[in-house]
């Protein structure tokens, strides 16, 4: 079952030698036998992730971007972590978050919250403490974080609907090539990396996927066909409760830190809402007079925006979201299956922008891609600064469409028409414009790898 009761996919079935060649049409027909269908789901987990915020903040809660957490604060009175000092990021401004309880869901970066409520909570003791120290149930890490290598190819590499994974590679791993945002999306995962915020992918990783490509399809994939590589980070973890440290779960923990802060840390996306009920859970266990202002975890039935909630607008029938920027609005076929898959119900608030016109665009005009070869368009660059927290060319480019994901290149080409619409919007001046430009070819130069011309 996908997604609850009621959505569900057809049975896997096996398929001869012929119809697996039919179905994937760019597989290595040598020494193939006969192939496993099995059907999943897919997601923009970025885009996902941001509709999870918006949607929490409808519902009541205050949301903050580009803020960093610089000293997690304990109430001397009670011991209990009861807020954090923050730095916001892009004004440089210093202030006080206040809170009855404290929940860590940082990810990659949970042993360095749980450092932080056990030096708080030593320092409101009087105690100075070093990493190290004896009391070690605190601070011992619990995150392994496990990195996976991915790399973008050309759609020609897949099929649109049938992806293709290989179990075993020669290192014991598995590869993919899934059809993702306009090209074929092929990788591995689970190996060993560094803890950073901007993880990147090396020469090495790259030549070993395209190497283990080749084996697997019938033309060979070249240096030239990667048109962005980028790695990404999971955050296994080990269980503080268990003798055995040793062993990584891929499921996840709930633990109380020193001062009653609440750690949610491991899981996986197909679980996040059941990660968010225990967590809050446990947070009432801890404060039961909350209580009385807050029901129980209402997130197993809670709709995100853009997903017609009140199905009013398609009945949740998106096909009808697609039709009608087709047919009412003009769009072309593939902008608008890339809005409508998503934004759902709100890309027809992304149609009414072109429509209605903008700061560089005169109203009723068709709709203008940021590069000619994909569907994302200047308009959505409009609305992320709206309506999504967009505040630096990076989070268009990355965190609001996926352009520097799909193609390196083409969100280097993109870059200087981002920076002037969103200056326009936000009044940059000239030298922010500038820092907007600089920091964005620095944070793309991570998004592919730079081969020797010699190479």
Not at 82 to 92: K, M, R, Y
Not at 197 to 208: L, Q
Request: one cysteine or more; hydrophobic letters at 40%; glycine letters at 6%.
């Amino acid at each position: 079952f996908i997604a609850g009761d009621g959505f569900c996919v057809p049975p896997s079935m096996f398929i001869g030698r012929h119809q697996a060649r039919y179905s994937f049409p760019t597989l290595n027909a040598q020494h193939i036998y006969g192939a496993i269908v099995y059907y999943d789901g897919q997601m923009n987990d970025t885009r996902y992730a941001l509709l999870v915020a918006l949607t929490a903040a409808q519902a009541g809660a205050t949301t903050a971007n580009h803020v960093n957490i610089d000293e997690l604060v304990v109430d001397e009175r009670t011991g209990r972590v009861s807020g954090a000092l923050a730095t916001d990021q892009i004004t440089g401004e210093k202030f006080h978050i206040r809170a009855k309880s404290v929940i860590n869901a940082t990810g990659p970066f949970t042993d360095k919250v749980r450092r932080m409520a056990f030096d708080a909570v030593n320092k409101a003791k009087g105690v100075d403490t070093v990493k190290g120290d004896s009391d070690e149930k605190w601070d011992r890490d619990i995150v392994v974080p496990a990195g996976g290598i991915h790399v973008m190819l050309p759609d020609h590499f897949s099929p649109a609907q049938m992806g293709l994974i290989v179990p075993e590679t020669s290192d014991g791993r598995v590869l993919f090539f899934l059809p993702w945002e306009g090209g074929t999306l092929c990788g591995t995962t689970d190996s060993e990396a560094p803890i950073s915020m901007h993880p990147s992918a090396t020469k090495e990783e790259v030549d070993f996927v395209l190497a283990e490509s080749s084996r697997y399809l019938n033309k060979k994939v070249r240096r030239s066909d990667v048109l962005a590589a980028w790695s990404g980070l999971r955050p296994l973890v080990k269980d503080p409760n268990k003798g055995d440290t040793k062993s990584i779960s891929r499921e996840h923990i709930v633990e109380v830190n020193d001062g009653n802060m609440v750690t949610i840390a491991g899981g996986k996306w197909t679980t996040y809402r059941q990660m968010a009920e225990d967590a809050i859970d446990k947070v009432l266990e801890l404060y039961p007079s909350l209580s009385k202002v807050a029901s129980s975890c209402q997130t197993k039935n809670m709709m995100l925006v853009g997903s017609d909630r009140a199905h009013i607008v398609c009945d949740q029938r998106f096909d009808n979201i697609m039709i009608t920027l087709r047919e009412d609005y003009g769009f072309d076929r593939d902008i608008a299956e890339h809005l409508t898959r998503n934004y759902g119900t709100r890309a027809l608030q992304i149609a009414e922008i072109v429509k209605d016109g903008y700061v560089t665009r005169k109203p009723g005009l068709h709709p203008k891609r940021l590069v000619a070869k994909y569907p994302f368009l200047e308009a959505e660059v409009v609305f992320a600064v709206e309506q999504e927290y967009a505040l630096t060319a990076e989070d268009v480019l990355a965190r609001r469409t996926r352009l520097a994901f799909v193609d390196q290149k083409a969100a280097v080409e993109a870059l200087p028409l981002v920076v002037d619409l969103m200056g326009r919007l936000l009044n940059w001046n000239s030298r922010t414009k500038k820092d907007q430009i600089q920091k964005g070819l620095e944070f793309l130069d991570t998004m592919n790898v730079n081969f020797d011309e010699e190479e």
